[in-house]
């Protein structure tokens, strides 16, 4: 079987898309139909984290509310310090967060920074076989 990756290789060459949490609900819209990207990082003036504003937020907290994407920042909607990893975690580490929080997003830090953003698309095969084959086991027990 192959080998699990860890996040940092995941991410290494990754240029997370981040915004301020000043930013409009459409540009955050926007840079993420333009990057290609399901999430965008909401950081502090020292990019610290702050949040995450995903595509589910977009429908969740503004559709359905029927609220103005120019007028609501991110500070309004984005999901508050969210569940991150730290570069020497796992591939499996990773996924195991997502499952067990019911997201699809986990940012990577060290040392407060931003170092990158998975999400459940970049994990190969394997290791979602093995997620699977462990959460098998224990439903088993």
Do not use: Y
């Not at 990893?85 to 997502?98: E, V």
Request: proline share 4%.
């Amino acid at each position: 079987p192959m080998a699990i990756r860890s996040l940092i290789d995941i991410v290494k060459r990754q240029k997370p898309v981040m915004l301020p949490s000043t930013a409009s609900v459409q540009d955050a819209c926007r840079l993420m139909r333009d990057r290609r990207v399901g999430a965008v990082l909401v950081t502090d003036a020292d990019q610290h984290l702050i949040g995450l504003f995903t595509g589910r937020d977009a429908v969740t907290r503004m559709l359905c509310d029927a609220r103005n994407p120019i007028t609501t920042t991110l500070s309004d909607v984005m999901t508050r310090n969210p569940c991150c990893a730290g570069t020497t975690a796992q591939a499996l580490d990773a996924l195991r967060l997502m499952q067990d929080g019911g997201f699809r997003h986990v940012p990577i830090v060290q040392d407060g920074r931003i170092v990158g953003i998975v999400s459940h698309g970049d994990f190969n095969g394997d290791e979602q076989a093995r997620l699977d084959e462990e959460t098998g086991f224990w439903e088993i027990l």
